[in-house]
C-alpha cells in the first residue's frame, strides 16, 4: 500500500483514481510504518461531486483526502492548513496571504528573482503548519497551487505578511489582532467545537511566536526588496 510523509506524519492513502497518488509522489516512503489510513470509496466521491459539479472527479477526491488529513493534524499533530505562499530564505520560512488574486505568488516569485538561488519555495497555495515545542514549521505539502511550485521541505517560520494592492510600497508591523481574522480565512475551519478551540489555540500561538506584518505594494522587484529587508531583520 502506498505511504506518503507529509508533515512529519505518514499516512496510508487509498484512492479510488490514482490522481491523488501522483500528486503524492514526491511525498512516498517505503519502509516507514503508517500512522494514520486515509481510504476513499466511488460513492463518497460521487456525493462530493454533487456539490463541486464543476470539478472532475480524480480532483475532488483528492480534495476529500487532503480535508481528512488536515483533520488529523489537527487532532494529533497540532497542526493546520495556511491558505498562503511560503518561501525559505536561509532556513527560516515567509508567509504571504491575501484573498485569492491579489498577489501572493507573484511576490513570492518577485522574492525569488530577487534572491535567486537563495530562495526556496515551499508551496504556493497549502502548505501545512505544525507546532513542536516552542516552534511552528511550515511544511511542503502535495496541494501546491495549479503552477504546481512546491517542494517536500520545512523550516521554521520566521514571518506571516498580509498583502495589499497599491501604488506605493509600504509595510509595517501588525498585532496578532489584526492578523487574526486573515488567518481564520485562511485555513479550513473545523466542524465542531473542540476542533475549533484547538485551532484557535495554535493560532493564538502561531500569531504571538512569529513576526506579523502587513505590506501595502505594487507589482516591482522594489516591494520584493522593502519586504525582505525588513522582515528578515525582523523590524
Known amino acids: 500500500m502506498a505511504k506518503y510523509k507529509i508533515a512529519d506524519t505518514v499516512f496510508e492513502i487509498l484512492t479510488v483514481s490514482d490522481y491523488t497518488q501522483h500528486l503524492c509522489k514526491d511525498f512516498l516512503v517505503e519502509d516507514l510504518k503508517a500512522e494514520h489510513t486515509i481510504k476513499t470509496t466511488v460513492e463518497e466521491v460521487r456525493e462530493e461531486m454533487k456539490k463541486e459539479p464543476n470539478f472532475p472527479g480524480v480532483y475532488i477526491e483528492s480534495l476529500v483526502v487532503f480535508r481528512r488529513l488536515c483533520d488529523y493534524l489537527l487532532q494529533k499533530k497540532k497542526g493546520i ?100 481574522p486573515v488567518v481564520i480565512n485562511q485555513t479550513m475551519y473545523p466542524n465542531n467545537e473542540e476542533k475549533v478551540d484547538k485551532m484557535l489555540n495554535l493560532l493564538d500561538g502561531l500569531l504571538k511566536t512569529v513576526n506579523l506584518y502587513k505590506l501595502q505594494c505594487n507589482v516591482s522587484l522594489e516591494s520584493a526588496e522593502l519586504s525582505f529587508n525588513v522582515m528578515s531583520k525582523g523590524e
Open 81 to 180: 492548513i495556511f491558505h498562503s505562499s511560503a518561501i525559505i530564505v536561509n532556513g527560516e520560512a515567509y508567509l504571504f496571504t491575501a484573498p485569492s488574486g491579489t498577489g501572493k505568488s507573484t511576490h513570492a516569485r518577485l522574492w525569488r528573482e530577487l534572491l535567486k538561488e537563495k530562495a526556496v519555495m515551499l508551496n504556493d497555495d497549502k502548505p501545512l503548519i505544525r507546532q513542536i515545542g516552542n516552534q511552528f514549521i511550515a511544511y511542503g505539502s502535495p496541494w501546491n497551487g495549479k503552477h504546481k511550485l512546491g517542494a517536500n521541505v520545512s523550516a521554521p517560520i520566521k514571518a506571516i505578511c498580509v498583502l495589499e494592492q497599491a501604488k506605493e510600497n509600504k509595510i509595517t508591523k501588525i498585532s496578532p489582532k489584526e492578523m487574526l
